[in-house]
């Protein structure tokens, strides 16, 4: 099979046309997966007029069609056509692949550049068996790229009666595709953030930390279920707060919120802007229940590397457990250290290793070292795994 293109690969650039701009702002606008693909249904109907449209999303094998997701527009005269994927995959291996691996990263084809002449395409296996039986004569295709893959893709396919795809309805795709690659960027990220999130909130599931993360503006990212319950505890007190679903009772205690502030207030007075990439020195404010049942320990987390990245509030809790003889143990440890060293102590109980505390810190990792065998001799713990449990 010939690779000799019928039609320019890769035409000339051009900016947006005024209907196509009104369709790519609905396509930005657009959040969440639904949203998108709901607005890319709308975009490729008015634009590149099709009988069907199918969006093919998250490859793990492009050359097999094995994807995470497959979606077929609302409007395509066929709903599902995932009873073919065998033979899309078996025949399209032969129909398509000596193209896309001479033109590896083109952005638009259509499938009458495949044969220096299209005329013999009916002629194939591919379209005898997968675009014959579906009512099928043309195709066009958007594709994006990835270290030599494609990762999403989509197929618009047409009946013979409305004729093949023309230069300009490719020149068409060509000029839409940085655009919606924009808007799949925007997705993988958003969809990113959401995984992260996920596998967060789930391994902390399955660990009994209490902790809590708060945006800049005081709004719950998450909570862990032990850290609604100390809430419920220091809102109420223990004996009330066991009348009580901690979660349903859930509000953030009034001083945890006045500390947040006050850490808020200290980084807006310091106004010190650090250089791109640089690690911030975490400010931390210890907080006692009124009752002196709980206390928590508050850490600013800074990000310097997004402008629009605003720092986020990362809430530690733990029940004083405290006794007419005294305070807790934890309690009576900590006052043992010098507000550094608590800092120190409380960045190995987030896990952290020794060279992002000394990144985070601004010091060397020898210096992070000595002075962790400093804060072991004064609690009398031997390793980080004995400091945390002491310090919980």
């Given at each position: 099979?010939?690779?000799?293109?019928?039609?320019?690969?890769v035409?000339?650039?051009?900016?947006?046309?005024?209907e196509?701009?009104?369709a790519?702002?609905?396509?930005?606008?657009?959040?969440?997966?639904?949203?998108?693909?709901?607005?890319?249904?709308?975009?490729?109907?008015?634009?590149?007029?099709?009988?069907?449209?199918?969006?093919?999303?998250?490859?793990?094998?492009?050359?097999?069609?094995?994807?995470?997701?497959?979606?077929?527009?609302?409007?395509?005269?066929?709903?599902?056509?995932?009873?073919?994927?065998?033979?899309?995959?078996?025949?399209?291996?032969?129909f398509?692949?000596?193209?896309?691996?001479?033109?590896?990263?083109?952005?638009?084809?259509?499938?009458?550049?495949?044969?220096?002449?299209?005329?013999?395409?009916?002629?194939?296996?591919?379209?005898?068996?997968?675009?014959?039986?579906?009512?099928?004569?043309?195709?066009?295709?958007?594709?994006?790229?990835k270290?030599?893959?494609?990762?999403?893709s989509?197929?618009?396919?047409?009946?013979p009666?409305?004729?093949?795809f023309?230069?300009?309805e490719?020149?068409?795709?060509?000029?839409?595709?940085?655009?919606?690659?924009?808007?799949?960027?925007?997705?993988?990220?958003?969809?990113?953030?959401?995984?992260?999130?996920?596998?967060?909130?789930?391994?902390?599931?399955?660990?009994?930390?209490?902790?809590?993360?708060?945006d800049?503006d005081?709004q719950?990212?998450?909570?862990?279920?032990?850290?609604?319950?100390?809430?419920?505890?220091w809102?109420?007190?223990?004996?009330?707060?066991?009348?009580?679903?901690?979660?349903?009772?859930?509000?953030?205690?009034?001083?945890?919120?006045g500390?947040?502030?006050?850490?808020?207030?200290?980084?807006?007075?310091?106004?010190?802007?650090?250089?791109?990439?640089?690690?911030?020195?975490?400010?931390?404010?210890?907080?006692?229940?009124?009752?002196g049942?709980?206390?928590?320990?508050?850490?600013m987390?800074?990000?310097?590397?997004?402008?629009?990245?605003?720092?986020?509030?990362?809430?530690?809790?733990q029940?004083?457990?405290?006794?007419?003889?005294?305070?807790?143990?934890?309690?009576?440890?900590?006052?043992?250290?010098?507000?550094?060293?608590?800092?120190?102590?409380?960045?190995?109980?987030?896990?952290?290793?020794?060279?992002?505390?000394?990144?985070?810190?601004?010091?060397?990792?020898?210096?992070?070292?000595?002075?962790?065998?400093?804060?072991?001799?004064?609690?009398?713990?031997?390793?980080?795994?004995?400091?945390?449990?002491?310090?919980?």
């Amino acid at each position: 099979m010939s690779t000799t293109t019928t039609l320019p690969i890769v035409p000339p650039p051009r900016s947006l046309l005024a209907e196509e701009q009104n369709a790519v702002l609905e396509v930005n606008r657009a959040l969440g997966i639904k949203a998108l693909w709901k607005s890319l249904q709308s975009l490729f109907e008015d634009l590149v007029p099709h009988d069907s449209l199918v969006m093919s999303q998250g490859y793990t094998d492009w050359r097999s069609e094995s994807t995470t997701r497959r979606l077929t527009s609302a409007r395509s005269r066929v709903p599902d056509d995932s009873h073919m994927e065998p033979v899309v995959a078996g025949e399209g291996r032969n129909f398509f692949q000596p193209f896309l691996n001479a033109h590896n990263g083109i952005a638009a084809y259509t499938h009458s550049q495949l044969m220096s002449d299209p005329r013999k395409i009916p002629q194939s296996r591919y379209y005898k068996r997968f675009m014959q039986p579906l009512g099928w004569r043309y195709s066009a295709h958007l594709l994006y790229w990835k270290q030599g893959e494609v990762t999403t893709s989509f197929a618009l396919r047409r009946r013979p009666d409305q004729g093949d795809f023309s230069p300009e309805e490719l020149s068409r795709l060509h000029t839409l595709h940085p655009h919606i690659g924009a808007a799949l960027d925007r997705l993988d990220a958003y969809e990113g953030e959401h995984r992260a999130r996920v596998l967060l909130e789930s391994y902390y599931r399955s660990q009994p930390d209490a902790v809590l993360f708060l945006d800049w503006d005081l709004q719950v990212i998450y909570t862990s279920m032990e850290a609604s319950r100390l809430c419920a505890v220091w809102n109420f007190g223990l004996s009330e707060a066991r009348r009580y679903n901690s979660q349903a009772v859930f509000a953030l205690p009034p001083e945890i919120a006045g500390a947040v502030e006050e850490l808020k207030n200290s980084l807006l007075i310091s106004g010190k802007e650090l250089p791109l990439n640089a690690e911030p020195a975490p400010r931390t404010a210890q907080v006692v229940s009124p009752r002196g049942e709980c206390q928590a320990l508050v850490t600013m987390k800074r990000d310097n590397r997004g402008a629009h990245n605003r720092p986020v509030f990362l809430v530690r809790f733990q029940e004083a457990s405290t006794t007419p003889e005294g305070p807790s143990d934890a309690k009576r440890l900590l006052a043992q250290l010098s507000p550094a060293e608590r800092e120190l102590a409380a960045l190995i109980c987030e896990g952290l290793p020794n060279k992002v505390i000394a990144q985070q810190l601004h010091k060397t990792e020898g210096s992070v070292r000595v002075q962790i065998s400093g804060i072991y001799q004064k609690l009398r713990v031997g390793s980080r795994t004995q400091l945390v449990l002491a310090l919980r």
